[in-house]
Structure formats: structure tokens, C-alpha cells
């Protein structure tokens, strides 16, 4: 199970290959998912900030290995970004960069369903 790189708790499944805390409400999106809602497994792009790598992959920790994400700055929104495996966005990020979606993960949805209607993405992290 993956764990929350921010409070540590358990992430529980909220989409193939999305997977959010409970507690802190964060999103972890796999690159698989982003590849098919975006058509890029690095969206959303942006500068880096190579000073603000601060928090581990969850992915990478459960595979034994320790791997602090790289952080960008995407439309106001820090990301952060395992190379490997996904994206960690803090709650509310993904809608500010969703373009203001109160409802982040219907949004995520209505995205997937758009561009890939019959796929469902089957990616590391889910």
C-alpha cells in the first residue's frame, strides 16, 4: 500500500492509478494516468525549482528505495514529480491546475472519459 508522502498515512484507491489520503486529502496521480488524461506522463510542466525537493515518491517507497520528487512551479501550483512513477499534488492543486474544478477528482474523470472513453489506464500506484 502506498503511503502519504506528506502525513504518512495509507493512500486509498480513488481511480485506477489515482490514489488520495484521507487525511491530508493529497492526490497521487501515476504516469500512466497522466499519459492518457494529458497525453503527457510529465504534465503539467513548468520551471523547475531544484531548491524545493522536499518530500519522497510513494511509489519508490514501496519498492524499497528512498527518491526525493523534483518540484516545479506550474500555474501558481507546486509539483511534485518522481520521474518514474507520478505526481503528487497537495488538495486543491490539481483543480487550480484543472482550470478551478471544485470536484478535482470527477474533473479527472470527466478528462479521462473525454479523451480515452473505452481506456482505462492500468499504472504503477493504483
Excluded: K, Y
Aim: proline letters at 6%.
Amino acid at each position: 500500500m502506498l503511503s502519504c508522502p506528506r502525513c504518512g498515512e495509507g493512500l486509498e484507491r480513488a481511480l485506477d492509478g489515482v490514489s488520495t489520503c484521507m487525511c491530508c486529502r493529497g492526490l497521487w496521480i501515476a504516469s500512466a494516468v497522466l499519459e492518457v488524461a494529458f497525453g503527457n506522463p510529465g504534465w503539467p510542466l513548468g520551471q523547475p525549482l531544484w531548491w524545493r525537493s522536499a518530500i519522497e515518491c510513494p511509489a519508490c517507497a514501496l519498492e524499497g528505495q528512498q527518491t526525493l520528487m523534483s518540484a516545479r512551479m506550474s500555474d501558481d501550483v507546486i509539483v511534485d514529480q518522481c520521474a518514474a512513477h507520478g505526481v503528487w499534488l497537495d488538495h486543491g492543486e490539481l483543480g487550480r491546475l484543472m482550470g478551478g474544478a471544485a470536484d478535482e477528482l470527477a474533473a479527472l474523470r470527466v478528462q479521462l472519459a473525454r479523451v480515452q472513453p473505452r481506456v482505462t489506464p492500468s499504472p504503477h500506484g493504483s
